[in-house]
C-alpha cells in the first residue's frame, strides 16, 4: 500500500487528453511538500517530469503540466502520442516517516 | 555530463549480504544528497535511503536495521551495503541524485540500475 494514491491505469487516444492523479495526506502533499512527477518507459530507467508541482525540466515537452491542490496533485498530459505510452509515479516527502514516498505508478496506454 | 552507473547486483542466497555501488562524474557525491530506489519486477517505485551532505542518512522502515548507505567521498562513489536479504529485497536498485525544489527534493538524475535477485 503506497502512501501517495494513483490509479492504476489511464488510457486515450492520439492527440487526446489525460490527468492522472496523486492523492496524499496531511503528512505529505497537504503539509506542503512538493510533489515530483516521474516517467519510465518501458525497460528504461525513470526520468524527471516534473518538479516542484507545476516545473518541466529542460527538454520535456510543454504538453506535460503539473499542479497541485491541498492533498492532492495531477499531471495532465494533452495531445496524447504514442510516445507517450509509460508508467508515470509520483514522487513527495512524508514528514511522519521521514522519508521520500512514491506513488504506486500509473500505467498510460495509448490506444 | 552528470552520469550516474550501477554495478554489484546478481543472485545471493537469502540470508546473504551484497554491497552496490554508484560511481558519479559530473557533479560530487559528497556535496549532494544520494538516494537508493528500488523496483522489484512488474512493481512500482519504491524508495530505501538517502544519505544528506553533512552524512546523515535516512532509510526506509523495511529496510532499516539491514541496509547501510554510505559514500567514498575520494572515490566519488555511493554504497549500499544490504545484509540479511529476502526474497522481497529481489529487485532492481537505482541510484539518484536529489536536487530541491521550494519545498523538499527531487531525483533529478538517475542511474540505469542493477538487478539484486534473492534465490536459493
Known amino acids: 500500500q503506497s502512501v501517495l494514491t494513483q490509479p492504476p491505469s489511464v488510457s486515450g487516444a492520439p492527440g487526446q487528453w489525460v490527468t492522472i492523479s496523486c492523492t496524499g495526506g496531511?503528512?505529505?502533499?497537504?503539509?506542503?511538500?512538493?510533489v515530483h512527477w516521474y516517467q519510465q518507459l518501458p525497460r528504461s530507467a525513470p526520468k524527471l517530469l516534473i518538479f516542484?508541482?507545476?516545473n518541466r525540466p529542460s527538454g520535456v515537452p510543454d504538453r506535460f503540466s503539473g499542479s497541485k491542490s491541498g492533498t492532492s496533485a495531477s499531471l495532465d498530459i494533452t495531445g496524447l502520442q504514442a510516445e507517450d505510452e509509460a508508467d508515470y509515479y509520483c514522487?513527495?516527502?512524508?514528514?511522519?516517516?521521514?522519508?521520500?514516498?512514491f506513488g504506486g505508478g500509473t500505467k498510460l496506454t495509448v490506444l | 555530463e552528470v552520469q550516474l552507473v550501477e554495478s554489484g547486483g546478481g543472485l545471493i542466497q537469502p540470508g546473504g549480504s551484497l554491497r552496490l555501488s554508484c560511481a558519479a562524474s559530473?557533479?560530487?557525491?559528497?556535496?549532494?544528497?544520494m538516494n537508493w530506489v528500488r523496483q522489484a519486477p512488474g512493481k512500482g517505485l519504491e524508495w530505501v535511503s538517502v544519505?544528506?551532505?553533512?552524512?546523515?542518512?535516512y532509510y526506509s522502515r523495511s529496510m532499516r536495521g539491514r541496509f547501510i548507505i554510505s559514500r567514498d567521498d575520494s572515490k566519488n562513489t555511493l554504497y549500499l551495503q544490504m545484509n540479511s536479504l529476502r526474497a522481497d529485497d529481489t529487485a532492481v536498485y537505482y541510484c539518484?541524485?536529489?536536487?530541491?525544489?521550494?519545498?523538499?527534493?527531487?531525483?533529478?538524475?538517475w542511474g540505469q540500475g542493477t538487478l539484486v535477485t534473492v534465490s536459493s
Open positions: 539518484a541524485r536529489s536536487l530541491f525544489s521550494d519545498s523538499g527534493t527531487y531525483l533529478a538524475f
Open positions: 559530473g557533479f560530487s557525491v559528497s556535496s549532494n544528497y
Open positions: 544519505i544528506y551532505t553533512g552524512g546523515k542518512t
Open positions: 496531511t503528512s505529505n502533499i497537504g503539509a506542503g511538500y512538493d
Open positions: 516542484g508541482n507545476v
Open positions: 514522487q513527495s516527502y512524508d514528514a511522519s516517516l521521514s522519508a521520500s514516498v
